[in-house]
């Protein structure tokens, strides 16, 4: 494994690494100490608390570097939707939405 990233660290600016979950099996743990860092993915409702925690703390032991976490599957609607969660999405009309939405999607050099 580190003669891999490091073959490909000298060939590419990028890598990404999509690894299998961190709990069940130590692949994870082992690329995530090569790599400069690591972003954890949690799903919505269905990854406790304790898990990310158990995680974290296996990304510590290794060393790894946290950049941060993503919350993944996230219900947009129904039962199982974070409240005010649907706002980030552009279903509001051009009007409603709000300012960083509209310049965050406008072609460069154009403002609103």
């Known amino acids: 494994m580190t003669e891999l990233v490091d073959d490909v660290r000298k060939r590419f600016d990028v890598v990404i690494f999509d690894c299998p979950p961190m709990l069940p099996v130590t692949d994870a743990a082992v690329v995530a100490a090569r790599a400069d860092g690591t972003l954890l993915v949690v799903r919505a409702r269905r990854t406790t608390s304790a898990q990310v925690t158990a995680a ?57």
């Open 56 to 112: 974290v703390r296996a990304l510590h032991a290794v060393n790894a570097t946290l950049l941060g976490c993503v919350l993944n599957m996230v219900a947009r609607s129904g039962p199982d939707a974070l409240p005010r969660y649907d706002t980030y999405f552009p279903s509001q009309p051009p009007a409603r939405r709000a300012r960083w939405w509209r310049m965050s999607h406008e072609p460069l050099g154009v403002s609103a």
